[in-house]
């Protein structure tokens, strides 16, 4: 299908596939530019896949996303001069803020009943709300440049995420999480207990087992997760925050995680191949003039 719509435009599908591969993986710096984009779409596809595994389908991962991006930007500029201590300092935070707005959900879904997709979704708008009160001129973490583009002041050099043999380390991070988060689903008892209530939530009741409990830690993990990826895109690739910084990487990480059957090690690979597309995209415009669209349909 790809292909015939490519093919449509006048252009030669293998060319085009040929030049979003070589593009993404063999230019110069090309596969590093992968393996940033990569880091990332690991963990929102992890914010898709814990929840999924309990039975719940947290759609909120974009707004979880670039809000605990912001609070790490804001962190990470007001404590500036602190070295290497404010890239911990913007990390936890924005950890921490993206657990605690995917609870909200999770609360409402274990004390009202409501469906956590219609919470997550409203949850997004909300957050895209609170993230343009906070970087437009008079808001809080506003930070006046020349560009007038909304954002928060720039991040010290030693509060940037480094490279490893020229592996970005968010990337190896992301990597390691996504074993951990496979291991944990496979190997423990809370893992034991994930899997139980998505399979049967009145059985799993009905063994002694919390479903409550399993719902809040279930969403608390993926807007960790999701959080942590939108510090981690502050300090290792903006090094500072602006709106445009979550682009669909919440929404992509939905793809991920279907892509890879709810299995977070499987989830790597699924991340690779969308950043190979997302990458390679700018390079197919130039090389070929179709619109970089072309891979948000091929991604669906």
Not at 71 to 86: M, P, V
Not at 116 to 130: D, F, P, Q, R, S
Not at 231 to 254: Q, S
Request: charged share 10%.
């Amino acid at each position: 299908l790809g292909a015939i719509l490519i093919r449509y435009q006048g252009v030669s599908p293998w060319y085009a596939y040929q030049t979003i591969f070589h593009e993404a993986l063999f230019t110069p710096g090309g596969l590093a530019r992968t393996l940033t984009k990569t880091s990332p779409l690991i963990l929102t596809g992890l914010a898709v896949v814990l929840p999924l595994r309990v039975g719940l389908f947290n759609i909120g991962g974009q707004g979880q996303f670039v809000l605990a991006a912001a609070a790490a930007g804001w962190a990470g500029y007001a404590t500036r001069g602190s070295g290497f201590l404010a890239l911990i300092i913007g990390l936890v935070v924005g950890l921490l803020v993206g657990a605690m707005w995917a609870s909200i959900a999770a609360l409402l879904k274990t004390t009202r009943g409501v469906h956590e997709v219609i919470t997550t979704i409203m949850l997004n708008n909300i957050a895209l709300g609170i993230i343009w009160w906070m970087v437009t001129p008079g808001g809080p973490a506003a930070y006046k440049n020349t560009s007038q583009i909304p954002m928060t002041g720039p991040i010290d050099d030693a509060a940037r995420m480094p490279t490893i043999a020229g592996l970005p380390v968010a990337f190896l991070v992301s990597v390691a999480l996504a074993l951990v988060c496979g291991w944990m689903l496979k190997k423990t008892t809370l893992g034991f207990q994930f899997d139980t209530v998505g399979k049967n939530k009145f059985a799993a009741g009905y063994a002694g087992i919390g479903i409550s409990k399993v719902i809040l830690l279930a969403m608390a993990f993926a807007g960790a997760l999701a959080g942590l990826a939108g510090a981690m895109e502050v300090h290792g690739v903006m090094h500072h925050f602006e709106p445009a910084i979550g682009g669909t990487l919440g929404f992509d990480g939905i793809t991920i995680a279907l892509l890879a059957r709810s299995n977070p090690i499987w989830t790597i690979p699924a991340a690779f191949l969308v950043g190979i597309l997302r990458t390679g995209a700018a390079g197919l415009q130039f090389a070929t003039g179709i619109a970089p669209e072309i891979v948000d349909l091929l991604l669906a």
